[in-house]
């Protein structure tokens, strides 16, 4: 793969440009593609971004947000626009299987691939891009690839807010380990711009129907188990709650993170039913490696202390599994 700054030459003149992300996109993933997306039409190209699902109504706030298409529920809208396209900007996923059902149609794509990401491992997909693990955030790669190309006089107060929606959440409001200096000098960077934060914070944080509140009060009192001796926290959702609490795409979001508050605990694991299949999300403090752990265990995989997972068993023999595979690790737990 080479550099990201050798498609300079190839964003000179005007292309038919597609921008994707993994499917359900949270914040980092629809934040980095409509930065993306305003810094290339400032450029003078055609630019569509493609979303392989739906994607929360918390993220829809974000300018550009109305144009993006959704491509289960509007695939031949989707489709059209993939036709012809000279280059594909994939952001915030290292392998197109994680575009779910748009997956085939971007592996037949002839166009010049391109990837923006921040997760270990990438596949050989993408002709040029940048994967490193050290970001905070693929919106920060998205931020350091336009100065890069020498561009940094376009980043206007659309890409600023974009930017600093994908790394707040992705960092947990700037507090894990990925919150380095170099992103808060970037977040510096975007407020000398005009950046306001606290108007995103409301956006993203302060913008829930009443039912999400009700479910996460009713999942800490009646799904968590605390395994002390483990070091480990789980949430096992079942589908019925899923269904009781009318949960929506995206409000589960963050709900892992509530467990890593809890005195001693090192890994935190949300379960939840989907009905099609168990999705999986880890995270943990210090050194114990979920990414490995993850892939190891639940066909997944993400970061070091971030990751999620998938199984095709139902909710109680995949919490099981995963207390088996806990068990598994007890030392490298302690």
């Keep these: 793969m080479k550099p990201i700054e050798e498609i300079k030459p190839l964003l000179e003149a005007p292309k038919k440009v597609v921008i994707t992300m993994h499917q359900k996109p949270d914040a980092d993933a629809m934040g980095s593609s409509l930065a993306l997306y305003h810094y290339l039409i400032q450029k ?5 971004v493609i979303s392989p699902t739906n994607f929360p109504d918390f993220l829809k706030w974000m300018p550009g947000a109305e144009g993006v298409i959704d491509f289960e529920s509007s695939t031949d809208k989707a489709l059209e ?8 900007f994939c952001l ?3 392998a197109l299987y994680r575009t779910k059902n748009l997956a085939p149609h971007l592996e037949a794509a002839t166009c010049t691939k391109i990837l923006i990401d921040h997760h270990l491992e990438p ?3 993408f002709e040029y891009g940048v994967s490193d693990t050290s970001a905070s955030s693929t919106a920060q790669l998205v931020y350091e690839t336009i100065y890069k190309l020498g561009d940094e006089k376009l980043i206007n107060l659309d890409i600023a807010q974009c930017i600093y929606a994908g ?6 409001s700037f507090r894990f380990a990925s919150t380095t200096a170099r992103v808060h000098r970037m977040v510096a960077d975007l407020m000398d711009r005009g950046l306001r934060h606290e ?4 956006e993203i944080y302060d913008n829930f129907l009443e039912n999400r509140l009700r479910f996460l009060g009713h999942s800490l009192l009646n799904r968590m188990e605390v395994f002390y001796e483990y070091n480990t926290a789980m949430l096992a959702i079942p589908y019925s709650d899923l269904k009781r609490f009318d949960l929506q795409t995206g409000d ?3 709900l892992v993170n509530f467990l890593l508050s809890i005195q001693g605990i090192k890994m935190a694991a949300l379960i939840i039913d989907r009905n099609s299949e168990v999705k999986l999300s880890f995270r943990s403090k210090g050194n114990f490696d979920v990414n490995t752990f993850a892939r190891r265990y639940f066909d997944g995989g993400g970061h070091f202390n971030a990751s999620g997972g998938r199984s095709t068993d139902s909710l109680e023999r995949t ?15 302690q």
């Design 44 to 48: 003078g190209h055609l630019v569509t």
């Design 81 to 88: 626009a993939l036709k012809g396209i000279e280059l594909l």
């Design 92 to 94: 915030d996923f290292n």
């Design 123 to 125: 596949q050989p997909d």
């Design 167 to 172: 790394t707040v959440t992705d960092t947990g």
């Design 199 to 202: 108007v995103i914070h409301q």
């Design 252 to 254: 589960t979001e963050g």
């Design 319 to 333: 919490v099981n599994r995963f207390i088996k595979a806990v068990e598994e690790n007890e030392t490298l737990l």
